[in-house]
């Protein structure tokens, strides 16, 4: 059975920068894409962004993820199980909590698999 752990979030100041990871373990991670998606308060779980199986980056289309577009990052490190969300220049706005959500082979469908989640907190 996969499981995703995130680990990352915390509180940093506007402006400034996080890194969020997440782990899989129990399945084999180079045939999951993997999906950064976030759940701000009062609002409906959205795709930030995702990175397929062969590396390929795809943002959401929601006007957040567009957003953010120029400021967070994907990354996988297949060696570690591990996939990167780098967030640059950060803003109240994104204030959330980020999931990581896993689906196999290279698909945009929904993901089948979650963590538990990692909340963002930006603020001064």
């Known amino acids: 059975q996969v499981q995703l752990v995130e680990s990352g979030g915390g509180l940093v100041q506007p402006g400034g920068s996080l890194s969020v990871s997440c782990t899989m373990s129990g399945g084999i991670f180079n045939t999951y894409t993997m999906n950064w998606y976030r759940q701000a308060p009062g609002r409906q779980r959205e795709l930030v962004v995702l990175?397929?199986?062969?590396?390929?980056?795809?943002?959401?289309?929601?006007e957040y993820a567009v957003s953010a577009k120029d400021r967070f990052t994907i990354s996988r490190d297949n060696t570690e199980n591990t996939v990167y969300l780098q967030m640059n220049n950060l803003t109240p706005e994104d204030t959330a909590v980020y999931y990581c959500?896993?689906?196999?082979?290279?698909?945009?469908?929904?993901?089948?698999?979650w963590g538990q989640g990692t909340l963002v907190i930006v603020s001064s």
């Open positions: 959500g896993a689906r196999m082979r290279t698909t945009y469908d929904f993901p089948t698999d």
């Open positions: 990175i397929t199986t062969g590396g390929y980056i795809k943002y959401g289309d929601s």
